[in-house]
């Protein structure tokens, strides 16, 4: 059984900045893709950024300049640094994995944390 657990949200004001993490844990032999992914009322989920196995990252071009997703292998860790959010960033964060637990690969989602940039 795998586990991916988010922290880092909060009410940030606007032009502040916020760290997401996500903790990948259980049953692991290889994770391969890993993102985040948010979803405010009444939209659809959507890409935030992502991080491929081999480290190639992207960006939603709403995020592109503002953000940095990393990965710490070592920890099967995943980050995302948001700087100068704005209202519009308000909305659930969600993190995704790809992994492979030695009975297959299959995709991972955390609970989702909050985060809410209001003045």
């Known amino acids: 059984q795998v586990h991916l657990v988010e922290s880092g949200g909060g009410l940030v004001q606007p032009g502040g900045s916020l760290r997401l993490s996500c903790a990948a844990s259980?049953?692991?032999?290889?994770?391969?893709?890993m993102g985040w992914y948010r979803q405010a009322p009444g939209k659809e989920r959507e890409l935030v950024a992502g991080v491929t196995g081999r480290g190639i990252t992207n960006y939603a071009d709403s995020v592109k300049g503002r953000s940095t997703i990393s990965k710490d292998n070592a920890k099967n860790t995943l980050h995302l640094q948001m700087n100068s959010l704005k209202p519009e960033d308000t909305a659930v964060y969600y993190c995704?994995?790809?992994?492979?637990?030695?009975?297959?690969?299959?995709?991972?989602w955390g609970q989702g944390t909050q985060v809410t940039v209001s003045s």
């Open positions: 995704y994995a790809n992994i492979y637990t030695g009975r297959g690969r299959s995709d991972y």
């Open positions: 259980g049953s692991i032999v290889s994770i391969n893709d």
